[in-house]
């Protein structure tokens, strides 16, 4: 499993909630807006264009099986980043936030790196699933699925890195977030990807022959992945607005870490109300009034933009 750090006994000594309440600290469910909603959004523009589309899996089935697949990507790279962040030294008793089950002593590094592995293994097992479904005649799994579901799994563990599984292979020292580009990865894949996909699946499983033409539903979503994208990127930089302190002692190079406390301020800001704000061409693009519903939730997110964007808090 590489190398274990040492558990501080005052933290191993600590309280311990309840085996449910340890787990769910360390995997995080309540992050998993991230990978639902983006489904949920492609699922409506693909059944918007054709809401009875004639292929071998129901458009409900793709669905609720990409939500399943990004629901395992993101409960296993959050098991990961607990495990990695406490050996690599960014999780300490000075941490800010929520609590890390490996740091406090919850759980061990063998623990929710091992059930980060689960994960992942379950993800791939449902990603090749759909890979296999969505298939064009003549081949055996449809190439632009399985590349997703490779990448996904690799991109999980190199995130934060560390010694295990990278380190098996040399690639130990790869850091996704510990070089800056977190920001990059959710964009692409909580926004893109995750939007995109449902759409994409459903056209390959009706054998469409080019699935990115400006009519069928895989084009509209990778526009409506543009604000998805923005708001998941948003929580990633209020993370890494509150927990710049400690990362830049574990050489953790966030943008937080790199351009300091008012950039991530402004990226915040960025992120958030250009979410907003590409809605309307979106909408108009499309013709869709109802493109613009989300922005009934600009009074929630008002409050959120002065707290964080201008200087409040220090993130979330």
Not at 12 to 29: I, K, L, N
């Amino acid at each position: 499993m590489g190398p274990q750090s040492k558990i501080p006994a005052s933290t191993m000594a600590s309280g311990r909630p309840s085996s449910f309440r340890v787990w769910a600290t360390a995997a995080r469910p309540h992050t998993l807006s991230a990978s639902i909603i983006p489904v949920i959004v492609g699922h409506s523009f693909a059944f918007y264009v054709d809401p009875r589309p004639i292929m071998p899996v129901p458009l409900s089935t793709i669905s609720v099986a990409f939500a399943s697949f990004a629901c395992l990507i993101q409960l296993g790279t959050n098991l990961h980043n607990d495990y990695a962040d406490f050996v690599k030294g960014a999780d300490t008793d000075k941490r800010v936030g929520q609590a890390r089950a490996t740091q406090r002593g919850w759980l061990t590094p063998r623990q929710t790196a091992g059930a980060s592995t689960i994960c992942l293994l379950a993800a791939l097992l449902v990603g090749t699933w759909l890979s296999i479904s969505a298939a064009p005649k003549g081949s055996s799994f449809d190439v632009l699925s399985t590349l997703v579901t490779l990448s996904s799994a690799f991109n999980a563990v190199a995130y934060t890195g560390g010694p295990y599984p990278l380190g098996y292979v040399g690639l130990g020292h790869i850091s996704i977030g510990y070089s800056g580009l977190g920001e990059i990865f959710v964009f692409a894949y909580f926004g893109v990807v995750a939007t995109a996909a449902v759409p994409y699946l459903a056209l390959r499983m009706t054998g469409a022959p080019f699935p990115w033409s400006p009519v069928l539903p895989a084009r509209a979503a990778v526009w409506a992945s543009v604000p998805v994208g923005l708001l998941s990127t948003a929580i990633i930089v209020v993370n890494n607005l509150r927990d710049r302190h400690t990362d830049v002692i574990a050489h953790k190079l966030t943008t937080a870490v790199r351009f300091g406390s008012a950039f991530a301020r402004a990226e915040y800001a960025v992120c958030v109300l250009g979410a907003y704000a590409c809605l309307v061409p979106i909408s108009i693009w499309y013709g869709s009034p109802f493109l613009l519903l989300p922005l009934l939730s600009v009074p929630l997110a008002l409050p959120e933009l002065r707290a964080v964007a201008g200087g409040g808090r220090d993130g979330g």
